[in-house]
């Protein structure tokens, strides 16, 4: 069975930092593509960024929204994904989910995890 | 980035009718290379991330009952329930995944009448 878990999200200050983790199990997690949306409380889902797998150079993208300020990374040993998520703003409230993508360099996504929730307040 | 609209907003259907969610593409999301539309519907219900329902614009991911169907090309696109179950209520999102960024409708919120 796939399995996407996230952990580290909380409540932090504005300005602060804070790293996401994505746990999983039940794939090879190597082959595919990792991806992280948000969704702010009661608004929609918007993408964050992709990590692509090393058969496609483990390139990353990231939305404007974000650039600059959050990076996504791998661990294939662990089967771990990460979202470094710096300079943090009140606008990047929101439950953060990490899911699987694409074996193949396209950007399908299928399997989420449950989503872990980042409060930026004072 | 490619605008992704959705309609209606929210719809309410009787048990055993059928719901009807259109979506739009401000671009085509249809690639000659593989003859797939890069469009996709999801689920989500209150407190639960999305659930894959239809990629390719109309193919049913693992697991999904036949009552949902996607259909359309290029940029308008329909997701059809064929006879809404107690279990479908739920807010339901479009998102292309044709390039980046991935980009959603602003979803659809389905009902009980």
């Known amino acids: 069975e796939v399995q996407l878990v996230e952990s580290g999200g909380g409540l932090v200050q504005p300005g602060r930092s804070l790293r996401l983790s994505c746990t999983t199990s039940?794939?090879?997690?190597?082959?595919?593509?990792i991806n992280w949306f948000r969704q702010a409380p009661g608004k929609g889902l918007e993408w964050v960024g992709s990590?692509?797998?090393?058969?496609?150079?483990?390139?990353?993208q990231h939305a404007a929204s974000v650039k600059g300020r959050f990076a996504i990374s791998r661990d294939d040993s662990e089967s771990i994904a990460y979202l470094q998520m710096n300079s943090l703003t009140t606008e990047d409230t929101a439950v953060y989910y990490c899911?699987?993508?694409?074996?193949?360099?396209?950007?399908?996504?299928?399997?989420w995890g449950q989503g872990t929730l980042v409060t930026v307040s004072s | 980035d490619i605008v992704m609209t959705q309609s209606p907003d929210s719809l309410a259907v009787s048990l055993g009718e059928r719901a009807t969610i259109n979506c739009k593409s401000s671009?085509?999301?249809?690639?000659?290379?593989?003859?797939?539309?890069?469009l996709v519907w999801y689920q989500q219900k209150p407190g639960q991330p999305p659930k894959l329902l239809i990629y390719?614009?109309?193919t049913r991911h693992s697991g999904v009952p036949d009552r949902f169907s996607g259909s359309g090309s290029g940029t308008d696109f329909t997701l059809t329930i064929s006879s809404l179950q107690a279990e479908d209520v739920a807010v339901y999102y479009c998102?292309?995944?044709?390039?980046?960024?991935?980009?959603f409708g602003g979803g659809t919120k389905v009902e009980i009448k």
């Open positions: 899911s699987r993508g694409s074996k193949y360099g396209t950007y399908h996504v299928d399997y």
């Open positions: 039940g794939f090879t997690f190597g082959d595919y593509a």
């Open positions: 990590i692509r797998s090393q058969a496609y150079s483990g390139t990353t």
């Open positions: 671009q085509s999301v249809f690639s000659s290379s593989n003859n797939k539309n890069f």
């Open positions: 390719w614009a109309s």
């Open positions: 998102q292309q995944d044709y390039t980046v960024p991935l980009t």
